[in-house]
Structures are given as structure tokens and as C-alpha cells.
């Protein structure tokens, strides 16, 4: 199995930034195997849209609105995948999950929650003006 746990959520006032954190552990999870990783965001009453995610090898693929905003990355270990959120809006308020495709596979050619096995249990963020 895969294990995700995220942390660094807080609240902040629009403009400013938080780190997100998010680590990755399991029987089932290879740093030496292909993988996927992303970041979802869910908004009160809404559905769970992706944000972010990041292969073994480090590339990298945003949504449109979120691209000149946030960033994701990986520590070397492969242990941890982070997402660097800035100029933050109200807007950005929700929760946030971190997310791993099937191990031993690499991101797919669609980004949504289906194409996403394992999840974290979330991490607030509030935004406010």
C-alpha cells in the first residue's frame, strides 16, 4: 500500500504563501519505480480538482490557473512532495490532498482524481482578505 500524510496548512491573508508538505511511504512505494504524485484541492461543496503532479523523474504538470502560482517539487530521497503556494487568494481557500497514481506507474495522460489511487487525509487552507 501507499501512505500519504500532508501538513502545513494554516491561514494566511491573500497575498501571502504556505508550503505544503506531504510524505510518502508504503510497502508498495519505490523511489527506484516509476510513480505519480499530485495535489488536489477541494472546496467546500465542491469536487475535487487537481493542481499539480510530479513523476519519478521530476516532471511536472499544472492547471492553468494555479501555474504561475504554485510550485511542486520532490526532496531527492523521493520521501516528500511539496507545493509552494503563493500570492494566495481567497479563492484558494479549501482543502488539500496529496495523491499517488498506482506504484510502478507513470502520471497518465489525463490529470483527475481518477486517475488516482491512493490519498492523504487532507490539509486546510484558509485564505482570508
Known amino acids: 500500500q501507499v501512505q500519504l500524510m500532508e501538513s502545513g496548512g494554516g491561514s494566511v491573508q491573500s497575498g501571502g504563501s504556505l508550503r505544503l508538505s506531504c510524505a510518502v511511504s508504503?510497502?508498495?512505494?519505490?523511489?527506484?519505480?516509476?510513480?505519480?504524485l499530485g495535489w488536489f484541492r477541494q472546496r467546500t461543496g465542491e469536487e475535487r480538482v487537481a493542481l499539480a503532479r510530479?513523476?519519478?523523474?521530476?516532471?511536472?504538470r499544472y492547471i492553468d490557473s494555479v501555474n504561475s502560482r504554485f510550485t511542486i517539487s520532490q526532496n531527492a530521497a523521493k520521501t516528500s512532495v511539496y507545493l509552494q503556494m503563493s500570492n494566495l487568494e481567497e479563492e484558494d481557500t479549501a482543502m488539500y490532498f496529496c495523491?499517488?497514481?498506482?506504484?510502478?506507474?507513470?502520471?497518465?495522460?489525463?490529470?483527475?482524481?481518477?486517475?488516482?489511487?491512493?490519498w492523504g487525509q487532507g490539509t486546510q487552507v484558509t485564505v482570508s482578505s
Open positions: 495523491a499517488s497514481g498506482e506504484p510502478g506507474l507513470w502520471c497518465r495522460s489525463s490529470f483527475s482524481a481518477i486517475d488516482f489511487s491512493y
Open positions: 508504503g510497502s508498495r512505494f519505490s523511489a527506484n519505480s516509476p510513480y505519480c
Open positions: 510530479i513523476d519519478r523523474d521530476g516532471y511536472t
